[in-house]
């Protein structure tokens, strides 16, 4: 079973600048793609970036393109979420998912806010 830990939130004000991390257990996380995805209140879950095994990246959110970027470190199970130019339409909390073939995990979530 894999495990997966977000962390890195917290309250920010608009322009700022968060790092998301998530780390999982597990000792094949090199081979599993990983996407962060955010749902705000009201809205329904989106994805807004993804990183393959191969390290090929993806931001699928066109509100955020140009100000997210996604990046993994293998040697310690953990994939980032860099945000900058935070704007308060990114309050959210943000996921990250685990997967490959048939495996498909969750974790938590970690709160975003961002003040105007």
């Known amino acids: 079973q894999v495990q997966l830990v977000e962390s890195g939130g917290g309250l920010v004000q608009a322009g700022g600048s968060l790092r998301l991390s998530c780390a999982a257990s597990?000792?094949?996380?090199?081979?599993?793609?990983v996407g962060w995805f955010r749902q705000a209140p009201g809205k329904e879950r989106e994805s807004v970036a993804r990183?393959?095994?191969?390290?090929?990246?993806?931001i699928d959110a066109d509100s955020v393109k140009c100000r997210f970027t996604i990046s993994r470190e293998n040697a310690k199970n953990t994939v980032y979420l860099h945000m900058n130019s935070l704007k308060p339409e990114d309050t959210a909390v943000y996921y990250c998912?685990?997967?490959?073939?048939?495996?498909?995990?969750w974790g938590q979530g970690t709160r975003v806010t961002v003040s105007s």
């Open positions: 597990g000792r094949t996380f090199s081979r599993y793609s």
């Open positions: 990183i393959s095994w191969t390290g090929a990246t993806t």
């Open positions: 998912r685990l997967y490959r073939g048939a495996d498909d995990y």
